[in-house]
T-cell receptor, first 112, second 114 residues
Framework: QKEVEQNSGPLSVPEGAIASLNCTYSDRVSQSFFWYRQYSGKSPELIMSIYSNGDKEDGRFTAQLNKASQYVSLLIRDSQPSDSATYLCAVNSGGGADGLTFGKGTHLIIQP | EAGVAQSPRYKIIEKRQSVAFWCNPISGHATLYWYQQILGQGPKLLIQFQNNGVVDDSQLPKDRFSAERLKGVDSTLKIQPAKLEDSAVYLC????????????FGPGTRLTVT
């Protein structure tokens, strides 16, 4: 059974600092990796996707993937109070059946 | 570009009643997904459609849940009869059949079964 593990938190980070969110996955054939942000009462919003080993940067966000260690992370630089949300890690195996397997999410709190 | 549309946004029913949810994907997106998100959990895939065909329904409780996408565009998810444990947010997502296959979610339908 495919599993995605995240620390549920809450993770509390001072405003302006770097927030580091981590995720591990069990299925070695996983090919695509995604980070979604979910505000309370809202639906998940895609913020980053990563497909190959290494780092991918988009503005204040950096996704990191290490397939050998089955590990993916999200760094948020210059954290803002508006970054306070639950961050969901999701993976899929590629191919035709590419429904996502999600972790339970990490609750991030940015302290002003 | 309009996003994924879902209705209703909220629904309250009694156990053993039936309920249906509707989803219209992003224009041109061939793949449509239904997920169930229970409070405090990540979304769980229920069913995936490619155009009007089912690609994956392995996690759909077929004794009470059904879904269709007859014309390959909008989709309906039905629960009959509902149980208390079906209380959740039902999320619809869509993705393009080309490119990165990134999935975009609709606002969801919050179902409460009493």
């Amino acid at each position: 059974q495919k599993e995605v593990e995240q620390n549920s938190g809450p993770l509390s980070v001072p405003e302006g600092a770097i927030a580091s969110l981590n995720c591990t996955y069990s299925d070695r054939v996983s090919q695509s990796f995604f980070w979604y942000r979910q505000y309370s009462g809202k639906s998940p919003e895609l913020i980053m996707s990563i497909y190959s080993n290494g780092d991918k940067e988009d503005g204040r966000f950096t996704a990191q993937l290490n397939k050998a260690s089955q590990y993916v992370s999200l760094l948020i630089r210059d954290s803002q109070p508006s970054d306070s949300a639950t961050y969901l890690c999701a993976v899929n195996s590629g191919g035709g059946a590419d429904g996502l397997t999600f972790g339970k999410g990490t609750h991030l709190i940015i302290q002003p | 570009e309009a996003g994924v549309a879902q209705s209703p946004r909220y629904k309250i029913i009694e156990k053993r009643q039936s309920v249906a949810f509707w989803c219209n994907p992003i224009s041109g997106h061939a793949t449509l997904y239904w997920y169930q998100q229970i409070l405090g959990q990540g979304p769980k895939l229920l069913i995936q459609f490619q155009n009007n065909g089912v690609v994956d329904d392995s996690q759909l409780p077929k004794d009470r849940f059904s879904a269709e996408r007859l014309k390959g565009v909008d989709s309906t998810l039905k629960i009959q009869p509902a149980k208390l444990e079906d209380s959740a947010v039902y999320l619809c997502a869509s993705s393009s059949s080309t490119g990165a296959h990134e999935q975009y979610f609709g606002p969801g339908t919050r179902l409460t079964v009493t």
